[in-house]
């Protein structure tokens, strides 16, 4: 059985939307913006700075997708699962390639950034 609903699986790949990842260090959240792409149970994003640092040290994290019109939600999915960092440089170029061409950014930028997969443990979505 998939941990993620089929029906939220839908809404992850229906849009471009922005994500928020929180991660903890020493009981500390920090959530932050990313760009997201979905598929089998999995989540790629390119990170680097504060967010690539707390995936080093703790794994486990969540992400959050909302959609809204005009500050009305119209559905949410909340996804936990443990990350893992990939430091393949050709794994990264296909990620970040696949990722910026979906939010509509040169196919070669930010390439400081690090690919990290997210296995998707449990999921919550909710429509409204």
Same mark, same amino acid.
């Given at each position: 059985?998939?941990?993620?609903?089929?029906?939220?699986?839908?809404?992850?790949?229906?849009?471009?939307?922005?994500?928020?990842?929180?991660?903890? %260090?020493?009981? $500390?959240?920090?959530?932050?913006? @990313?760009?997201?792409?979905? !598929?089998? #149970? *999995?989540?790629?994003?390119?990170?680097?700075?504060?967010?690539?640092?707390?995936?080093?040290?703790?794994?486990?994290?969540?992400?959050?997708?909302?959609?809204?019109?005009?500050?009305?939600?119209?559905?949410? %999915?909340?996804? $936990?699962?443990?990350?893992?960092? @990939?430091?393949?440089?050709? !794994?990264? #170029? *296909?990620?970040?390639?696949?990722?910026?061409?979906?939010?509509?950014?040169?196919?070669?930028?930010?390439?400081?950034?690090?690919?990290?997969?997210?296995?998707?443990?449990?999921?919550?979505?909710?429509?409204?």
């Amino acid at each position: 059985m998939a941990p993620i609903p089929a029906e939220a699986e839908r809404l992850l790949e229906s849009e471009t939307l922005m994500a928020h990842l929180a991660t903890s %260090v020493d009981d $500390r959240p920090h959530v932050a913006p @990313v760009w997201y792409r979905y !598929e089998d #149970g *999995v989540v790629e994003l390119v990170t680097t700075g504060r967010k690539l640092a707390n995936v080093r040290e703790n794994p486990r994290v969540a992400l959050s997708i909302q959609k809204d019109d005009d500050g009305d939600a119209r559905w949410m %999915v909340a996804l $936990r699962g443990t990350a893992t960092i @990939v430091e393949d440089a050709d !794994e990264i #170029g *296909v990620a970040t390639r696949k990722i910026n061409e979906k939010y509509g950014a040169d196919p070669d930028a930010y390439p400081q950034n690090t690919l990290v997969r997210i296995d998707v443990g449990s999921a919550n979505y909710q429509t409204y």
